[in-house]
């Protein structure tokens, strides 16, 4: 390909983000620190399709939306375990996307 | 030269004197002259911190004594905005606080609007460390860390422990667990999103947030970030903003949120401690508490942080205030989103 393809867009501007970060003073480079984050979770996002997969875990209830409207109006219980678990799997598929070292993540990936 | 302060967000304020700058300098030295009964003189102005709703400057300062000049600093903090509640409430909550056996940094003086300082309070220098990821993995710090859960415990059942009538003349909110629940439900639907774990959380929630009055004032906003720490342990609660009437478990539930664990998940209280020492400390400085409420007013409180993630995201996606940093606030929803889901199918966090 002769071309830079999205990811690769992503990665230029990671690098560029790194370099900014240093040279700025302390507000804009903490921005830019974050802005570098926000860049790496739009990288993960092209890969993976986060909200399918919140979709998919969640199709026995209607999805997320459905997920939402049952337990809101109690026709979903918060004890029901089939729920739970489909539950634990879309939670999951997002953090894998959002933030895939925070600590309870791999918590979540254990069996109970 | 009055100048707009440096708020995090560019969010509109109201003109008031640049604290570093002459005349703000100037109008520091007047307040703090007449607070202590004698000539001050400015040496410095330094900012310390500055967010949406608060920002705050250490002062130093030389000042007459009855043994000849000597230095002095301060802390001027004041209010970005009209949001919270008057720094004078705050001041005396602290004043009152401190009455208690509650460690608060020492209040100096409430400067007058005449001033130009804005709604902000002058209090006394206190040592210690602020950044809590510095206090809760630096080696410095390990016998504070020891300390600190006896420290908190102790200074949460003082506070507690008044009788309402110590808050008497305060205009502070009240009310009780569930009342709270359906107020942070409402801004839920306000916002609009579909969040499935927030909804199990909510769904959990409601049968046991208590209907019961409140009994105490609770600092509110009670968290590793919000302490001051030195080699020996707490030194002083800070940010007195959010006080009003409730139950103890929400400050003791709120103190054990996951992220004020900055990733030390193993001790849930503050990233510092087990739960059940902070429940004996607690108990043997006189106060009452049941670990099952503590959990459910955990579980709150991480739903509640959750939701803060939720509103400072929808400050940006509404076009409110577009920020780089909200924005990425946002997807932390997921890192809430996942401790919920653990919380109530696994039983702990």
Redesign the interface.
Known sequence: MSHPSARQLLEAVQLFLKEAEAALPQRLGFHAKVAGNVLAIVARELEADPDSAEQAALSAFGGAAGACAGLREGSLSPADPALLAALTRAAVARLDVDNPRYPTLARLKEQP | MATRPATAEGRETLSMLDPAGAAGREALALALGQALGAPVAIRDVVALSGGANSATWRVDAETESPEGPASRRFIFQRSANALGLPRRVQAEVMRRAAGLGVPVPPVIAVPAPETGLGDSVITGFVEGEALAPRWLRDDRYAAAREALALQCGTALARLHGAPRSHWDGLPLASGSGSELLSNLFATYRRIGV????F??????LRPRMPDRSPTCLVHGDFRSGNILVGPDGLTAVLDWELPHHSVPEEDLGWLCV?AWRF?A?QKPVGGFAAREALLSAYRAAGGTVEADSLWTWEVFGNLKWGMSCLQLADDHVSGRVPS??R??IG??V??V???L??A???GD?
Do not use: M, N
């Open positions: 579909d969040v499935p774990a909804d199990l959380a909510f769904a959990w996951q990733g998940w780089v940093e924005a990425a997807r932390r997921s890192e989103a996942a401790d889901v653990h109530i199918a696994r966090l």
